[in-house]
């Protein structure tokens, strides 16, 4: 297993080096939800990107909301790669303190991993030759595994044995990001 995946990791290596890559940001981050990631060209239609979010705020009406998320996905492009319509199959993960929606303003605060695994849906607009808008949503699974914990005293409310768990089918990520593309070694 462990010789598949470096030479997973070999041609995805050689597959970057050798491909038009793009960096992005999610302008969210001007209110302290930064997203960043990268996009590499696999093929004509194809690109594999990792994005990554995350939640700074410390704490919310006296509750914690730190979210990290991380998504590495495979994007389909109906036209060519970075340009127009897109579908992508992503697995991710996020770790969080925060308080669920239906606990704001109460004592109690949940912290946790979760897996998630689903589909996005975008659209990449070409600005020009370097930049362009990209905006999607996506969603799918969300297995979570959390504790929950009292503001007050900290400690647990819940006595779960390890760990409580909770599965949902919802959207969990979306936005615009501003993409600049880079140059590659196959570009004239």
């Known amino acids: 297993m462990r010789k598949l995946g470096f030479l997973f990791v070999l041609i995805l290596s050689y597959s970057f ?16 939800f930064p997203q960043i990631g990268a996009e590499f060209t696999l093929g004509k239609k ?4 990792v994005d990554a979010f995350a ?4 704490s919310i009406n006296g509750g914690p909301q730190e979210v990290y998320m991380v998504f590495p996905e495979l994007r389909y492009y109906t036209r060519k790669s970075m340009d127009g ?18 606990y704001i303003n109460t004592d109690f605060y949940q912290e946790g991993y979760s897996v998630m695994y689903g589909g ?11 930049f362009s808008l990209d905006a999607f949503l996506g969603g799918g699974s969300q297995q979570g595994f ?9 400690e647990a409310y819940e006595h779960a044995r390890n760990y409580n768990k909770s599965g949902e089918w919802l959207p969990y990520r979306g936005g615009i990001m501003i993409v600049y593309k880079l ?5 004239k």
Do not use: C, M, P
């Open 17 to 32: 080096v050798q491909s038009q890559t793009a960096v992005k940001g999610n302008v969210s981050a001007l209110l302290g």
């Open 46 to 49: 194809t690109t594999f990107q």
């Open 55 to 58: 939640s700074l705020w410390k």
């Open 85 to 102: 319509l897109y579908f992508g199959l992503h697995i991710g993960g996020s770790k969080y303190k925060f308080q669920k929606w239906n």
């Open 120 to 130: 996005t849906v975008g659209y990449q607009v070409k600005i020009n030759d370097r």
């Open 146 to 154: 959390y504790k929950g914990y009292l503001l007050s005293t900290g």
């Open 183 to 187: 140059g590659s070694k196959n570009e």
